[in-house]
C-alpha cells in the first residue's frame, strides 16, 4: 500500500478520480450519517467530495492523502500540521476512512501506521485527533491502535462532541 498526497492548483479533480473518491465516501453511509458532513448520507454526489476536498485542499497546513493498493484508491487521510489552538504541539488526524467493502482487511490499520510514520520522520513526537461520541466503532478503532482518551469537548468546525485522543510516536530502533 501507499499514500499519494493529493494536490490540485486549480480546485478541482480528474474525473475518473472523484468517481472512485465519490464512491469511497459514499460507501461510509453510516459514518455520513453520525457525522452529518453531507445533507443525505444515502446521496452523497461529486460535488459535494469535490467541495469537501477542496476544502481541505485550501487549508495550509492540511495534507490530503490518497491510500493505493494495487492501483486502486482504498482510502483518504486528511492530517494537519498543526491544530488552530496555538497550544496543542501536536499534528492531527483530521479524517480516515475506507472503502467499507474493504474495511476488516487492515487497510485502516496500514494507514494509520504509515501516517505515524510520516509524523515521526518529520521528527513529531505524537499525533492527536477527535472522535465523535457518537461513534463507538471509530473510537474502538483507534483505541485499538494505541490511542488514548486525553479530553473531551466539541470539535471546532460543527460543535458535536469529541472524544480527544493522544498517541505518542516512540522512537524506532
Known amino acids: 500500500m501507499l499514500l499519494e498526497q493529493l494536490s490540485s492548483t486549480d480546485g478541482s479533480l480528474p474525473a475518473e478520480l472523484l468517481t472512485e473518491l465519490t464512491a469511497l465516501y459514499a460507501s461510509n453511509r453510516e459514518f455520513h450519517a453520525l457525522s452529518g458532513d453531507f445533507p443525505d448520507p444515502d446521496d452523497v454526489r461529486p460535488e459535494q467530495v469535490a467541495a469537501a476536498l477542496a476544502d481541505e485542499l485550501a487549508h495550509p497546513d492540511a495534507e490530503v492523502l490518497l491510500a493505493r493498493s494495487e492501483g486502486r484508491v482504498v482510502g483518504i ?9 496555538p497550544a496543542d504541539p501536536d499534528p492531527w488526524i483530521g479524517l480516515l476512512m475506507v472503502d467499507a467493502a474493504e474495511q476488516g482487511k487492515g487497510y485502516g490499520r496500514r494507514v494509520a501506521t504509515l501516517v505515524e510514520e510520516r509524523f515521526r520522520s518529520g521528527g513529531r513526537r505524537a499525533v492527536r485527533l477527535a472522535v465523535l461520541d457518537n461513534n463507538p466503532n471509530g473510537l474502538a478503532f483507534w483505541t485499538a491502535l494505541g490511542y488514548e482518551v486525553i479530553d473531551h469537548r466539541p470539535d471546532r468546525a460543527h460543535g458535536r462532541p469529541c472524544a480527544v485522543l493522544r498517541k505518542v510516536l516512540r522512537t524506532r530502533q
Open 77 to 85: 487521510v486528511v492530517t494537519l500540521a498543526r491544530h488552530p489552538d
